[in-house]
């Protein structure tokens, strides 16, 4: 079931892009984290607003059933598109389009692509997350992986194999680290951006600063979950364990430019940039200034 819906998945994106359609980064926000694994949602209009988003695999959270693990079907945003594109229109084409067009607004059609992802500080618009809160869902991985590095040792390798495959796991791990860093990280000084028109039902404004609360709750859980030494904790045996291959051959694991032991505060260092390069940025901190005149 699982590989089914992951090659349906590809599938869908990939024909989007033969209609005519380009990524939609910020789909992944259509559902709530408590909807993501109803089925009676996501079978009717999917994980995401649109296949043309980047999902990642949808995880349950310990003690939750399993919903669908990618989206089965296409999603609102899809449909709303391909209508635009490709519907016979009756009259005057101009207006009949224009009247698809001014949906623009409705929460499950929200658009954002390839451009908004690097050039406009929006939190919501981003590869590889899902739900309506990209920080939560930083937190909800980071969990995930904190629970599953306990036993880490014991539950990746069999006896007689290598130790190599825990090195390949802890790194999996580690990195929920640092896409937690990244998508928390943009809340601070953040904005939301929208392309809808003056006069469109429901329209937003071009751009809304985030929340002063929430980008305090997202800088503690940097603070706490990212910058504290409290939060990379790890069995001295597992460390010993993470063993590297040794074979030169095309596809050999951390051969290239690789010690035989792991440096982790390096490791670590690398995901503590990632926090302090943005929120010490000129351009964050500027944007900070200009978000308390844009602030009702």
């Not at 390839?114 to 990209?134: M, Q």
């Not at 007689?160 to 860093?181: N, V």
Request: proline share 4%; aromatic share 10%; net charge negative.
């Amino acid at each position: 079931e699982f590989l089914g819906q992951t090659i349906k998945h590809v599938v869908m994106h990939e024909v989007g892009h033969s209609l005519g359609l380009r990524h939609n980064f910020k789909a992944s926000t259509m559902l709530t984290a408590d909807q993501l694994n109803d089925t009676s949602i996501t079978r009717v209009k999917g994980l995401v607003g649109s296949v043309m988003d980047y999902s990642p695999i949808n995880i349950a959270p310990k003690g939750k059933k399993q919903g669908d693990f990618y989206s089965t079907t296409i999603g609102p945003y899809d449909y709303w598109a391909i209508e635009y594109a490709y519907a016979p229109i009756m009259g005057d084409e101009a207006t009949e389009l224009k009247k698809i067009a001014a949906r623009a607004p409705e929460h499950d059609l929200v658009f954002a692509t390839d451009e908004d992802s690097f050039l406009n500080d929006d939190p919501y618009v981003n590869r590889w997350d899902l739900g309506s809160d990209p920080c939560e869902f930083g937190k909800a991985r980071i969990s995930l992986a904190s629970d599953l590095l306990k036993d880490l040792d014991s539950r990746v390798v069999k006896d007689g194999e290598s130790w190599a495959r825990t090195r390949r796991a802890f790194a999996i791990l580690l990195d929920q680290w640092g896409d937690g860093a990244t998508l928390a990280s943009q809340y601070i000084g953040g904005q939301s951006v929208s392309r809808d028109h003056k006069a469109d039902k429901g329209a937003h404004d071009p751009i809304i600063p985030v929340a002063g609360a929430k980008q305090r709750e997202c800088l503690k859980f940097l603070s706490d979950s990212i910058l504290s030494d409290a939060a990379f904790q790890f069995s001295p045996a597992l460390l010993r364990r993470l063993g590297a291959e040794r074979w030169m051959h095309w596809g050999a694991d951390g051969f290239y430019g690789s010690d035989v032991d792991i440096s982790l505060f390096e490791r670590i260092l690398a995901i503590q940039k990632i926090v302090l390069g943005h929120c010490l940025s000129p351009a964050t901190l500027a944007r900070l200034e200009n978000q308390q005149l844009q602030s009702d």
